[in-house]
Each structure stands twice: as C-alpha cells, then as structure tokens.
C-alpha cells in the first residue's frame, strides 16, 4: 500500500502531467519531425536551436528566481567527472544525425505515429541493455576521467546568473528577430 | 496558443518548456528526462531474465523501482504527443523526406539506420548522464557547465555526421 501511494504520487503524477504537456509542447514544436532535426544538424533550419536557446532563457530566469527566494534548495545539476559529458555528447550526436530524433522527440515522434521512431525506441533500449552489461569496463574510464570543480557557468565567467539569464533572452529574441527559419 | 494549429512559434514551445520544467523541479524536485526511462526498461529486462546481480542495477536501483517516474514520462510524452495530433489533424510521417531525398525509400533501411542511431544516441546519452532534455535543458537552465559541455559535442559530432551522411557540402 505505501509502494503503491509512494508510487501514484512520487511517478505517477507528475509523469503523467510533465509527461502529456511536454509530448504535446514537442510536437507542436515541430521537432518531433526528423526532417527539422535533421535540418538543423545540417543548418538549414534553426528550429531545434530557437527551441533550446529559448527554453534555457525561460527556464533559468523561473529556476534562479525561486532559488534566490528559496523556494529550491538546490539547482539541476550533474555531477559527473566533466569530460564524459563531452564525450558523452560526441557520441550522442552521431547517433542523433543517424536517428533523426533525440530520446525524447523520438517519442513524440512515436505518438506521432512515425514507424522510424518505434525502431529508434527499439534501439535505444537495446543500447541501454549494452551498456549495462558493459558497465563494469565504462565504469573504469569514468572513474579515470578528471571531475570538474566549477559547476556553474556564472562562476567559471564571473557574472551573475541573472544577467546569463539577459543574454540568453536576447540570444532568443535576436534569432527570432534575423533567422527566418 | 491554438491548439488546433500544426505548428507553434518555436519561442513559445521553448519557453513554455521553460516554465515546465522550472515547474518540476520546483514542484516535484524532479528533471524532464528520457535517458533514463529506457535505461529503467532496459534494467527491468535484465532483471527479469535474471541477472539482477548486475553492478550497474545494484548502484542505480536500490533506492528505487524499475517503473519510476521517468518510465511514466516517457509513455505520456507519447500520449501528449498523440492528443497534439489528434487535435490539429496531421497526418502521419512516413519515411522522413531528407532521408528518403539521400537514402531512397526502402522502409528497412529507415528503420535500420533509425535502430543503429538510437543505440548509439542511447550509449552516448547514458555516457553523458542524460539526453537533451535533461542535459542541454534542465542542466542549461541552471546554468550548468556540464550542460554546456555536453550540447558542445552534441552540436559538434552531430553537425559533422549529418553532413558527412547527407553530403551536405556538395
């Protein structure tokens, strides 16, 4: 019974409302089409990047000013040793230019009824299931891989992050202004 | 906000994805992410054909379950992707035009490529410690050097494979 209400209000929920607004929001967004992902990959089409850009904008201005009202206590962040991020993201997008899709527009693109994105589904489980079983060796070059100590884009640049927040806004408002697609 | 329209203005997806998953986090003390629904699927395979001995599930899921809130995620942004379609119309997408331009338009060869490019997206997403949108979004929002490392190489091996693969020079 407590695995039960632990489960309803701790996944359930809030996957199921993140879940159905963000699926929506992604294919409204047109990125759950492998045609604009891919157009962009060959910067043709800048959708993908007005979507991330403006989102960072938006969301880093709502997260820092609950942060600094103390309505959180802690920000988002990985903390992982920082060259398998890079390296990570290396891999990530050779496998994105072939996919067409990232994990989550991959989805979208399922309930989209895309059959490519069921077969891309199929594979990133199936490179999941790799993984594990290969874990004990990727462990040993994770651990050999120096961690980072600046966690914080603003104390690496010494800014404050509110004006981040600024360039990401104007960042945002100058690629609606000039880049048409 | 129609909607019944096709598509929105890139800026308003964008940063109402930004009031989401400020939302989460504030809310839930949650991330969007998708990277590790499939690596919950994939460990709740392994674990039922019996190697639950494995170290990878023995770090990650001793504190939780196997069906968590990101496998829940992951079935509703499918659902909420399928009411968007519903709603505006659309008619599904066959075999993506760019490919079907660059590599003709046999469906198995697609779905080859579509299930040797999710494999290695997914080894590269769970090398890096999300997707993008747990990654570049959630971790860009709040400013995370990791987040920006990440979208780097993304940005980087992605432009260069695409256009190695689409002969995008010529």
């Known amino acids: ?181 | 906000m129609n909607i019944f329209k096709k598509v929105w203005n890139p800026f308003l997806v964008g940063g109402l994805i930004g009031f989401l998953l400020s939302i989460v986090v504030i809310v839930w003390g949650k991330i969007i992410g998708f990277s590790f629904s499939f690596v919950s699927v994939a460990s709740l395979f392994v674990a039922v054909v019996g190697q639950d001995n494995m170290v990878f599930i023995q770090e990650k899921f001793a504190q939780q379950p196997f069906i968590n809130y990101y496998v829940v995620l992951a079935i509703f942004t499918i659902i909420g992707s399928a009411i968007s379609v519903k709603l505006s119309h659309s008619k599904p997408n066959g075999i993506p035009l760019l490919w079907k331009r660059r590599f003709g338009d046999s469906a198995t060869r697609r779905n080859a490529g579509a299930f040797i490019g999710g494999l290695i997206m997914m080894i590269g997403a769970i090398f890096a410690g999300g997707c993008t949108s747990s990654h570049a979004i959630s971790g860009g929002a709040a400013f995370a050097v990791s987040a920006f490392m990440f979208m780097g190489g993304m940005f980087v091996s992605g432009i260069i494979a695409a256009f190695i693969l689409y002969k995008g020079w010529k």
């Open chain 1, 1 to 181: 019974m407590i695995f039960f209400s632990n489960f309803l209000y701790q996944a359930f929920i809030p996957g199921a409302i993140v879940g159905v607004i963000f699926g929506f929001l992604l294919q409204k967004g047109n990125v759950a089409n492998s045609d604009t992902i891919i157009g962009q990959l060959l910067l043709r089409n800048f959708t993908v990047m007005k979507i991330i850009i403006s989102a960072i904008a938006f969301g880093s201005w709502f997260l820092y000013r609950a942060y600094e009202r103390g309505f959180i206590t802690s920000l988002p962040v990985k903390q992982l040793p920082c060259f398998s991020h890079l390296i990570g993201g290396l891999i990530f997008g050779i496998g994105m230019a072939l996919l067409g899709y990232c994990p989550g527009t991959c989805l979208a693109a399922a309930g989209q009824r895309t059959k490519d994105a069921w077969w891309g589904i199929l594979g990133m489980l199936t490179g999941a299931f790799l993984y594990i079983l290969f874990y004990p060796l990727i462990k040993k070059t994770l651990v050999v891989l120096p961690t980072f100590k600046t966690l914080f884009l603003s104390d690496l640049l010494h800014v404050k992050p509110l004006s981040l927040v600024l360039i990401f806004l104007l960042g945002a408002y100058a690629l609606q202004k000039w880049v048409k697609k």
